[in-house]
């Protein structure tokens, strides 16, 4: 039986989708087990010692804090106002697909073809829009234990408040990577497969952390809240009991 060109979409569509699948299960291992081997890791770190500054601090510098929280809410919002708007436009896009059908695409162009493109990337797009509300919900749950005066409230709750949000900015944001290779594969599975490969070193190259991580002290007021992990009065320690 002669090679039809339909044939390059049974194996590069899932070729592509397994190696990005398998980096971000790669990725889920490293961020749960060795978290401050990867970006997320590294910014959580930070994050904790941030919210131990604001909670602990009389709560003096509340304004910047609410700034702060406030620009991470406006991203999200805004994040997820551009992926309810792509999936609009798929939705035209599923109305009038001619110019994907040409004959200049090599690959499968066949009406249930183009169907199942169309439909994974509005799935995309539709989880990325709800994880970035999702974000901005856990933002504003934050922006509201931050601001409530005179109270008692864990500072473990502002930052699995934070945390939370940040973490769904990022599920959304892969959801937005997953999106370009299908797109991609509306010219022809050959882009989808190369775009899937160079997606992933491209990741890993953003997502790995390979610079030393601070050693966040417990805040003492007239004191500097952390330190740097190496210094000329600081001992080294273990970063995983830093991050743990």
């Known amino acids: 039986m002669a090679f039809q060109k339909e044939y390059l979409d049974l194996f590069l ?26 970006v997320m890791g590294f910014e959580n770190n930070d994050k904790r010692a941030w919210v131990e500054k604001i909670m602990l601090d009389d709560k003096k510098n509340i304004d910047t804090a609410l700034t702060v929280l406030g ?17 609009f436009l798929i939705g035209a896009w599923m109305a009038n697909n001619s110019v994907f059908s040409s004959e200049l695409i090599y690959g499968d162009t066949r009406l249930e073809t183009m169907s199942i493109k169309f439909i994974s990337l509005l799935l995309c797009f539709m989880l990325a829009f709800s994880c ?50 299908l797109l991609l594969w509306s010219f022809g599975p050959i882009p989808m497969f190369a775009t899937s490969i160079g997606m992933v070193f491209l990741l890993h190259y953003f ?26 009065s600081s001992r080294k ?4 009991s830093i991050v743990m």
């Open 132 to 181: 970035f509300v999702q974000s901005s919900r856990c933002f504003i749950h934050a922006n509201y234990l931050i601001s409530t005066p005179d109270t008692d409230i864990p500072v473990s709750y502002v930052e699995l408040a934070v945390i939370r949000g940040g973490d769904f900015w990022s599920l959304g944001l892969r959801a937005l990577y997953f999106a370009t290779p």
């Open 13 to 38: 569509v899932p070729s592509g989708l397994i190696i990005m699948f398998g980096y971000h299960l790669y990725l889920l291992y490293r961020y749960l087990k060795v978290p401050h081997t990867t």
């Open 207 to 232: 997502d790995k952390n390979t610079k030393q991580l601070h050693r966040h002290q417990p805040f003492v007021k007239g004191k500097k809240p952390y330190e740097m992990l190496e210094g000329p």
């Open 237 to 240: 320690v273990p970063i995983e």
């Open 71 to 87: 620009s991470s809410l406006n991203g999200a919002t805004f994040l997820a106002s551009i992926s309810l708007s792509l999936s």
